[in-house]
């Protein structure tokens, strides 16, 4: 069926079933699920301005669905994802513009599809090492249990040292943290988001557990609750400079729907350090998938 | 997998083929009746083009949240008979 505003034919069976599968991860993980999500747009014949900016409205509507249910679940810390607000939309222009620059030289698919690999090969290594090192240093059933993680000391290290003004989160059991370090981590955040699309959280859902020290479950829900904001004004943005096809997003977004609930609800059943080892494989595939379609085209079509 | 967490999911799989007829009449009709109108808007009006991208997506995803919902419900009640 062809999509006549990014002008790509694509079977909108396709399309929810990529839906669906992106929605549990997204749910379960916390994450926007463009690891996943990008490459396959990508490899279905969608220009990846387009992938970078359709796959951010999907995102958008997908989160609403997902933040709903862990808000009934409790797990969604709001002051500390409104603070975050601060930093993540100068971070999704300056990317939706280095997105705009990059057009205008047309080298737009490399220069975001090797930066996307780079990015999500370093989030796979890095937490295969600060998992396996958890087990080994807790002996596993411990740390599963009070969900620890290896790289404790650092973020309390961070919170101890921030510059001021600092706040107090109690859903997230942080007496105090500096606020400019948050801001300055939800920049990034966004700066990815606005530049390789989705709401990066294969870079904040890391960052809040090992940077900020909020334990996985609060994570997980209060990165869906940051990115419904910072996907949607990307959406505004990215909608705006042509590189949205929002009915295919609206079609994929039927799949997601149902997914995300589930995904969320399943996070109840799992401790945190067995959700960060499950992520692991996610940016691998999706950092494959994009190699692969930079070498050979578009694979999928 | 924990055993609460494969009883959800089956009852997961009842709703799952309910809600599929529901998705699929609902994005014919999406694609009929919105295709036309939004191309227009992202050749011409891209604002009006943005604005309402935005609101299709969160609303489409509180819409679906509901029926989900509801579908959920549903099934609970004819079980219960």
């Known amino acids: 069926?062809?999509?006549?505003?990014?002008?790509?034919?694509?079977?909108?069976?396709?399309?929810?079933?990529?839906?669906?599968?992106?929605?549990?991860?997204?749910?379960?993980?916390?994450?926007?699920?463009?690891?996943?999500?990008?490459?396959?747009?990508f490899g279905f014949g969608l220009p990846m301005n387009f992938v970078v900016g359709t796959d951010l409205a999907h995102i958008a509507g997908k989160s609403v669905v997902a933040a709903r249910r862990h808000h009934k679940l409790g797990n969604i810390d709001y002051r500390l994802g409104l603070l975050m607000v601060i930093g993540t939309i100068p971070g999704v222009e300056l990317g939706a513009q280095l997105i705009e620059y990059l057009k205008r030289t047309a080298h737009v698919d490399v220069v975001v599809g090797s930066c996307f690999v780079a990015i999500l090969l370093a989030?796979?290594?890095?937490?295969?090492?600060?998992?396996?090192?958890?087990?080994?240093?807790?002996?596993?059933?411990?740390?599963?249990?009070?969900?620890?993680?290896y790289l404790r000391r650092l973020s309390r290290w961070i919170q101890r040292v921030g510059p001021p003004p600092y706040v107090n989160l109690p859903v997230s059991n942080i007496r105090r943290l500096s606020v400019p370090v948050l801001v300055l981590v939800s920049f990034v955040g966004g700066l990815?988001?606005?530049?390789?699309?989705?709401?990066?959280?294969?870079?904040?859902?890391?960052?809040?557990?090992?940077?900020?020290?909020?334990?996985?479950?609060?994570?997980?829900?209060?990165?869906?609750?940051?990115?419904?904001?910072?996907?949607g004004y990307g959406t505004i943005s990215h909608a705006l400079k042509g590189n949205v096809d929002i009915l295919i997003a609206l079609v994929m977004q039927t799949g997601a729907a149902i997914g995300a609930q589930i995904g969320a609800q399943l996070t109840e059943y799992y401790k945190g350090?067995?959700?960060?080892?499950?992520?692991?494989?996610?940016?691998?595939i999706g950092a494959a998938l994009i190699v692969y379609g930079l070498l050979s085209g578009h694979p999928f079509q | 997998?924990?055993?609460?967490?494969?009883?959800?999911?089956?009852?997961?799989?009842?709703?799952?083929?309910?809600?599929?007829?529901?998705?699929?009449?609902?994005?014919?009709?999406?694609?009929?009746?919105?295709?036309?109108?939004l191309h227009s808007w992202?050749?011409?009006?891209?604002?009006?083009?943005?604005?309402?991208?935005?609101?299709?997506?969160?609303?489409?995803?509180?819409?679906?949240?509901?029926v989900t919902f509801l579908v959920g419900r549903a099934i609970g009640a004819l079980r219960r008979r």
């Open chain 2, 42 to 66: 992202f050749a011409s009006q891209r604002v009006l083009y943005a604005g309402a991208a935005l609101v299709l997506i969160i609303g489409q995803g509180l819409v679906l949240d509901f």
């Open chain 1, 273 to 284: 350090v067995q959700i960060r080892m499950a992520f692991i494989p996610l940016p691998i």
């Open chain 1, 192 to 231: 990815f988001s606005g530049f390789l699309g989705g709401g990066a959280g294969y870079i904040r859902m890391p960052s809040l557990i090992y940077i900020v020290g909020v334990p996985t479950h609060v994570a997980v829900a209060t990165d869906l609750f940051e990115i419904i904001i910072s996907a």
């Open chain 1, 123 to 149: 989030t796979a290594a890095f937490m295969t090492w600060e998992t396996t090192k958890t087990l080994r240093a807790s002996r596993g059933e411990r740390a599963a249990k009070r969900d620890l993680n």
């Open chain 2, 1 to 37: 997998m924990p055993e609460q967490a494969r009883t959800f999911l089956k009852s997961m799989a009842f709703e799952l083929p309910l809600y599929v007829v529901v998705v699929s009449a609902y994005i014919v009709l999406v694609l009929r009746y919105l295709a036309q109108p």
């Open chain 1, 1 to 41: 069926m062809l999509f006549p505003i990014s002008h790509v034919q694509i079977a909108p069976a396709y399309l929810v079933a990529l839906g669906f599968v992106v929605g549990v991860f997204g749910g379960f993980f916390g994450v926007g699920g463009s690891f996943l999500a990008g490459p396959v747009l």
